[in-house]
């Protein structure tokens, strides 16, 4: 079995982790604190020091990316991290696999496809970008072989904090309080399923048809918060959870103290409009097929 490099062990980080594990394969994780899940190999390392990572990727058959710093920090944390993984890649001959998301599309209004451009002019949209991009021309160059694979707002167990889906609104749905929204409640929008994630990374670091371009991990159609409440409590055999809705007004106000918070207009036109992602493209080239929802759903709930 192959030796896989994994920097990260956030949500999906982890799932990944586990996954190759139980395939039987070599698992490194790398993070700053040198956890992970048990039974891999934990390295404690800085991401942005090429040469540790270089070291640690040597023989390694996949390197992947899933690295997710502060969004306040962006801009000063990924381009030397970055820059870390294209030398790590070049000099160990690992596949570069990228997790990344759909912030560089931009405002769109069509469902989102691979072959859309990377228009955003948002500075950290950008960031995002060119992360890819860099990529793309060393593999295109035959330095590096990369791949990267995008998803949608994660939900699913091991989901954290900045879920939309996790605990902040698991919690009060079981518990029958309030769910408290920062966005509309009846906005359809996409929403990928963290175990379909650490599959779709481990297809493209294996499947040479996947290299030298972008995907999109399988994901169901697209669902309201409203949608996903009733859902989820339809399956606790419970009535319509009630929702409530922050004033806007006062989430500016909030994110003047709380840099997380003080994020949040720069991705306010994900959610005040349809957000919808085609991965059709993934689903017909590999057979592959997003987890039903209920599943999902049931999933969460337990997690």
């Known amino acids: 079995m192959g030796k896989h490099v994994i920097v990260g062990s956030g949500q999906v980080g982890s799932h990944l982790a586990v996954k190759l594990r139980d395939l039987g394969h070599e698992v490194t994780v790398v993070t700053r604190s040198g956890g992970g899940p048990d ?3 934990k390295v404690a390392a800085d991401v942005a020091d090429a040469a540790r990572l270089s070291e640690v990727a040597k023989g390694a058959d996949a390197l992947y990316n899933c690295v997710n710093p502060k969004y306040h920090r962006w801009l000063t944390d990924w381009p030397p991290m970055a820059a870390a993984f294209l030398a790590a890649a070049e000099s160990s001959g690992a596949v570069l696999t990228i997790l990344g998301n759909l912030y560089p599309y931009g405002p769109v209004t069509r469902p989102m496809t691979e072959d859309l451009p990377l228009a955003s002019r948002s500075p950290k949209a950008m960031v995002r970008a060119k992360i890819w991009q860099d990529a793309l021309a060393l593999h295109e160059a035959g330095r590096i072989r990369a791949t990267e694979v995008r998803a949608s707002d994660f939900f699913g167990p091991g989901a954290t904090d900045q879920s939309y889906l996790g605990a902040r609104f698991v919690e009060p749905l079981k518990a029958g ?22 599959d779709a990374l481990v297809t493209a670091a ?10 999109h991990v399988p994901t169901n159609e697209p669902m309201t918060f409203r949608q996903i409440g009733e859902r989820m409590a339809a399956l606790l055999g419970r009535p319509a959870p009630r929702m409530s809705r922050l004033p806007w007004p006062v989430v500016r106000a909030v994110g003047l103290f709380n840099p997380m918070i003080g994020e949040l207009p720069h991705i306010r036109y994900q959610f005040v409009a349809p957000f919808v992602l085609d991965s059709s493209a993934f689903q017909r080239t590999f057979g592959a097929a ?3 929802v209920d599943e999902a759903l ?5 997690g």
């Not at 294996?206 to 995907?215: N, Q, S």
């Not at 049931?298 to 337990?302: G, I, M, P, T």
């Open 39 to 41: 039974g891999v190999a």
């Open 177 to 198: 309080r309030t769910i408290q929204l920062v966005w509309p409640a009846d906005v359809p929008h996409s929403w990928t399923y963290l175990p379909d994630v650490a």
């Open 206 to 215: 294996a499947d040479e048809r996947a290299w030298g371009r972008p995907w």
């Open 290 to 292: 997003p987890t039903p």
């Open 298 to 302: 049931e999933a969460s709930l337990a």
